[in-house]
């Protein structure tokens, strides 16, 4: 069964855009630039990253 969480390894701030891309089997570096760019494009995407980053477990909690 496939689980979102923050992942632990491949992080810069959080880990969101990491479990993100682990999760949808993307290029982390991708949903970074996506995220980078929804920030400062419409401004919207700082809250709902620090949201994620509560509610999101961390890979050791869900492992």
Not at 33 to 49: H, R, S
């Amino acid at each position: 069964m496939k689980r979102l969480y923050r992942s632990e390894h491949d992080k810069i701030l959080g880990g969101v855009c990491g479990g993100i891309a682990e999760y949808y089997d993307l290029d982390p570096s991708l949903v970074r630039i996506v995220t980078v760019l929804i920030v400062l494009g419409t401004g919207v995407g700082i809250l709902p990253y620090l949201i994620a980053w509560l509610i999101i477990p961390k890979e050791s909690e869900v492992r």
